[in-house]
């Protein structure tokens, strides 16, 4: 390397805040040349690149890794192991495309998830749905989506979600085969429990988009908390709907399948926000060195069409109730009926249920209110109690309402 080179080598490398730790003479083939070895911070490491692209003839190349300090007292190593980089951009970034395996193992585990999902959902073994999280891998597309809405990267966003499509519809179409091969006709308890949403269902997608993008920031070191807890996190959100939706088609209940497609949808938009969100705060842009692909314009495209999309399903939400808000009415008519039953002093609450049916036709299923009191009622006196809260009830929520009073003397 000439000298003129070497003094620029050493220039890029103080302005980006590496330190020089040698400076070796050594040879590429037969030429001789000058060898530096550098530790650059994490968040310096795309200026060093950057600065390095114009130098002639340098070749660069990093090793991440983790470094422990032995210089503190040996009393107190705590001190020189609390401020822990993040990893640098680059490295995100590269780090997320090793994580696109082949397709016939990724539609493999898509189809394994399926089984597992739909065997779950139909015996009711929610341990089996947790198995289905763990071999789902829906985190690789979920991740790399959010990663080329950050970078403004429309291939990488268009394979992305090319593979979204094909797991989901994986899922799906596994589910619905076993469910016409099987000749299930109803849905389970599990089925109707895990479809039905709630006012703060937004909440887990953005959770698990934090999750998932902290984990490919942070650097290994900063947490016990590992990839496959976090892809787990995310296959949460997206499993046991893709499983709902195949299920439902089969058996016929459209109420299952618009509830499952719709929580699709609002996971899919909140993690990719939400991870954006994280790598830009970590010092992910468009532009980068060794990265001339990013586009400003595709970011800000992506980011709008996410927060149209999410608020488009947020709106659904909030005005075809209860069908999206399922839960969180079930919830709001058990404290309703608590309040009226603990109104009078002649009897006591013992226990209310309120669930929500989905054996009819999409819009027709009420809601069934099991509720146990101690007192000494006659029939009559339970009837009137029944239609009293079933007639509160209707007027409220606007729903119809099926109330079983039970009294216990």
């Not at 698990?208 to 296959?235: C, D, F, K, P, Y």
């Not at 009415?329 to 249920?353: F, G, H, N, W």
Request: charged letters at 15%; one cysteine or more.
């Amino acid at each position: 390397m000439p000298t003129e080179a070497s003094a620029r080598v050493a220039e890029a490398a103080g302005q980006a805040g590496a330190s020089i730790f040698a400076e070796i003479n050594a040879h590429r083939g037969d030429d001789p040349c000058r060898l530096f070895i550098l530790e650059v911070p994490n968040a310096r490491v795309e200026d060093l690149f950057g600065a390095l692209e114009n130098i002639e003839p340098v070749r660069a190349s990093f090793l991440p890794a983790g470094i422990l300090s032995l210089r503190s007292p040996s009393s107190e190593p705590e001190t020189a192991m609390l401020d822990i980089q993040p990893r640098s951009p680059l490295e995100i970034f590269l780090g997320a495309l090793q994580s696109i395996g082949s397709w016939s193992g990724f539609l493999g585990y898509s189809a394994v998830a399926g089984v597992i999902v739909w065997v779950g959902l139909f015996t009711q073994s929610v341990f089996l749905l947790v198995a289905a999280m763990l071999i789902a891998p829906f985190a690789g597309p979920a991740m790399t989506a959010a990663l080329a809405t950050a970078r403004g990267d429309a291939k990488l966003l268009g394979r992305s979600l090319l593979r979204y499509v094909a797991a989901l519809a994986t899922t799906i179409t596994i589910a619905f085969v076993l469910s016409v091969v099987f000749d299930q006709h109803i849905a389970t308890e599990l089925m109707v429990t895990t479809s039905q949403r709630s006012t703060v269902s937004l909440l887990l997608p953005l959770a698990a988009g934090v999750a998932g993008a902290l984990n490919l920031a942070q650097s290994e070191r900063s947490s016990l908390v590992s990839g496959a807890a976090t892809g787990m996190l995310i296959a949460a959100a997206l499993a046991p709907p893709a499983g709902l939706v195949g299920m439902g088609l089969a058996i016929g209940q459209t109420d299952i399948v618009n509830s499952s497609l719709w929580a699709l949808a609002i996971q899919i938009v909140g993690i990719n926000l939400a991870g954006f969100l994280v790598f830009r705060i970590y010092g992910m842009k468009s532009k980068g060195a060794r990265y001339p692909r990013g586009k400003t314009i595709v970011s800000m495209v992506s980011v709008i069409v996410s927060l149209g999309g999410l608020a488009g399903l947020i709106a659904l939400q909030f005005s075809h109730a209860p069908e999206y808000q399922q839960s969180s009415i079930a919830q709001r008519i058990s404290a309703s009926v608590k309040q009226q039953v603990e109104a009078r002093s002649d009897i006591a609450l013992v226990s209310v249920d309120a669930q929500f049916s989905r054996q009819r036709s999409q819009g027709e299923n009420p809601v069934w209110v099991d509720t146990r009191i101690q007192g000494s009622l006659s029939n009559a006196e339970s009837d009137a109690l029944s239609g009293a809260l079933a007639n509160r009830i209707e007027h409220e929520f606007g729903i119809d309402a099926l109330v079983n009073v039970t009294a216990i003397p």
